[in-house]
């Protein structure tokens, strides 16, 4: 498994957010995690990758626990090995696009020239070549999740944590994004965790795992393993 969780319990103050929740995502696999408000989706996402730490239970990636890292090993896995794109207010306001794709290289110690190179051949492959010197707030709001999208992935990361990545677009730009970020993920083998709970975002995933009061109330697991054999999306 690439990533999974065990019997995680995660409370605030009294109230229970996560009831014991083990669900595990393999590698390369676009999963969407869905169910209503409260039910504990974000906060799953927020125990996965480390910003939060469970109260009970593991969380493993690739196989080693990483909920009893230190905070500071936690967040070094955070710029080595995931990616997280949340709903929007992710870009840095006073840089331009290409300077935001290549803030992760940078701060993990690549140099500029090839971080800015890195990025500009993301935003190409976003297709928001164009947009490299505007700044956030001269772009549409699908301009800025796709540019966001990039800043995610330009690490390459192996796990993309994906917040209700939508959820401030229209439909069209919603699908725009959501068909470069499915592209995106599975042309360098990258397993998405897509929380959601629209449902036509969530039609993009392999497999859909339903959340009810911090358990794992469903688990379609449609194309479990179809995808593997085909690589393809539906
Ligand atoms: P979802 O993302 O599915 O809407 P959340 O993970 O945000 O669910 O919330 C799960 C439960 O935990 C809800 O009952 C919510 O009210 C509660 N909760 C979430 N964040 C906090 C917080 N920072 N402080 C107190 N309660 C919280």
Not at 142 to 150: D, K, M, S
Request: charged share 25%.
């Amino acid at each position: 498994m690439m990533i999974e969780t065990r019997a995680v319990t995660k409370s605030y103050g009294p109230s229970p957010a996560l009831c014991g929740l083990s669900l595990a995502l393999r590698e390369g696999e676009i999963v969407a995690v869905t169910g209503p408000s409260g039910c504990g989706k974000s906060t799953l996402l927020h125990v996965m990758s480390g910003i939060l730490r469970p109260d009970d239970g593991e969380v493993r990636y690739r196989g080693a626990r990483i909920d009893d890292l230190s905070e500071a090993r936690r967040s070094l896995l955070r710029r080595t090995d995931f990616g997280v794109l949340f709903q929007f207010g992710q870009l840095v306001a006073e840089l331009p696009a290409v300077e935001n794709v290549a803030l992760p290289l940078l701060l993990g110690g690549t140099g500029r020239r090839e971080a800015t190179a890195q990025a500009a051949d993301w935003l190409e492959r976003l297709g928001v070549a164009e947009l490299a010197r505007q700044l956030p707030g001269e772009m549409s709001g699908g301009q800025q999740q796709r540019v966001a999208l990039a800043r995610a992935l330009v690490t390459g990361p192996k796990v993309l944590f994906a917040d209700e990545p939508t959820g401030a677009l229209d439909s069209l730009a919603g699908e725009l994004v959501m068909g470069h970020l499915v592209r995106a993920a599975r042309t360098q083998g990258t397993s998405v965790m897509l929380v959601t709970h629209d449902a036509t975002v969530a039609a993009y995933a392999d497999r859909e795992i339903r959340l009810r009061d911090g358990v794992v109330e469903g688990d379609d697991g449609v194309l479990d393993g179809a995808f593997v054999a085909t690589g393809t999306s539906r």
